[in-house]
């Protein structure tokens, strides 16, 4: 249920409860004064009629020992009481008075019907005035709750533009109220987070480029040792060193958001078949599968970076068989692992975050950089655990598809 809805049906709600409890005071509060003016009125003629019964003179109204006298009232005038009676039990109501002199009783009654009309009446209008308050009020409740609930659906945007990682998305603020007090504190908070990811990101940045002159001139002093297995280990280390620098500067430019594409025909399934033998590396384990081979207009060489990445990932973090199937303008490769963490399904890939660390090793780049390249290219890139066991990531260059 919706806020619009849940403050529409708590206005109505409390203006019904309103008009109930009103209408009940008014009720009754008419009803006593109604039979507090007829008790008035018929006990004054009750003691002329008991003064004119004494004079021996009896009006057409008096009634002397009535046998329908009603019980409750005849009890009280045999202990010597007079009283006032309202009888309901008939079609009419009938309203009593009656007084003992001497060995008799002297009573009048008169029809109550009047004042009972005049109670349907009321009820009457009672009813349909609050009817009609109920429904103003739910519509001005409506009303109210769909400005709030606009207000809030903006502001829900901004925020959602902002967790996507869109920076310079903000909040708008109108009023004084509550709702704009938390869309200030909202953009207090993305200004905050804004300049810290950006700090951070221009150390990484600088630090990559800093690193890249020594490591280069490391590569290329390893290369020069006489062979043998240190030298190799110097050399490996060194080119994975590169890698991560290169990994890392690559990250840096797909944040500055300033990549361009540089788009082209060709093949997906010779251009997929060239990017995995790429990612694997020469590692054995890796089939490619065409299922419905299409011709795309895009960039091969962020396609190429983007699905070696994922063979790459999958052999690293996952097993072997790993299959990279080609259907239409989507690209599957599922390895037969462990499948994805709950952490990176749910988020999305972290940078300096492998997932796996009991498996893997590195520093959870490659799917980052997968992520930023797809983004550049205009394409989908999802994640997912099927339920046949591994993870499977899925390129989606549909869009990009010729005719």
């Known amino acids: ?117 005049t109670v349907r009446d009321l009820d009457r209008v009672l009813w349909i005035s609050g009817g009609f308050g109920t429904a103003l009020a739910c519509v001005a409740g409506l009303l109210v709750a769909t400005r709030l609930g606009r207000r809030l659906r903006r502001k829900a945007g901004a925020a959602q533009r902002i967790a996507d990682g869109d920076l310079t998305a903000r909040l708008p603020l109108h009023g004084k109220d509550e709702i704009t007090q938390l869309a200030a504190a909202v953009n207090t908070m993305a200004d905050a987070l804004a300049a810290r990811l950006q700090a951070e990101r221009e150390v990484t940045a600088n630090i990559a480029h800093e690193l ?66 790429a990612g694997a590396a020469g590692a054995a384990g890796v089939t490619v599968d065409v299922v419905r081979d299409v011709e795309v207009v895009t960039d091969p060489r962020r396609v190429e970076r983007v699905v070696a990445n994922l063979v790459s990932n999958a052999l690293r973090h996952g097993a072997v068989p790993v299959t990279v199937e080609v259907d239409g303008g989507v690209v599957r490769v599922r390895d037969s692992g462990g499948g994805f963490p709950e952490s990176l399904l749910s988020g999305g890939p972290q940078r300096f975050r492998s997932g796996r660390g009991e498996k893997g090793v590195g520093l959870g780049l490659g799917l980052t950089i997968a992520q930023g390249q797809a983004q550049v290219l205009g394409a989908g890139l999802r994640f997912g655990n099927p339920a046949g066991g591994g993870a499977q990531a899925e390129f989606d260059l549909r869009a990009a598809v010729r005719g």
């Open 1 to 117: 249920m919706g806020l619009r809805t849940k403050i529409g049906i708590a206005i109505a709600g409390t203006a019904a409860l309103v008009s109930v409890v009103m209408g009940l005071l008014v009720h009754h509060r008419t009803v006593e004064a109604q039979y507090a003016g007829a008790r008035s009125q018929i006990g004054d003629r009750l003691q002329t009629a008991v003064q004119d019964h004494a004079a021996g003179v009896d009006g057409d109204r008096t009634l002397i020992d009535p046998v329908d006298l009603p019980g409750p009232l005849a009890g009280a005038v045999a202990n010597g009481r007079w009283g006032v009676y309202l009888d309901r039990g008939g079609r009419i109501p009938q309203l009593w008075a009656a007084s003992k002199y001497g060995k008799e009783i002297v009573a009048l009654k008169r029809p109550y019907d009047r004042e009972a009309a």
């Open 212 to 277: 890249r002159t020594p490591v280069a001139g490391m590569v290329t002093a390893a290369g020069l040792l006489p062979p043998g297995r240190p030298s190799e280990l110097v050399q490996e280390s060194a080119g994975r060193l590169r890698e991560l620098v290169d990994d890392v500067i690559e990250v840096a430019r797909l944040d500055a958001a300033g990549e361009q594409v540089a788009a082209e025909a060709c093949e997906l399934g010779a251009l997929v078949r060239r990017s995995a033998a």
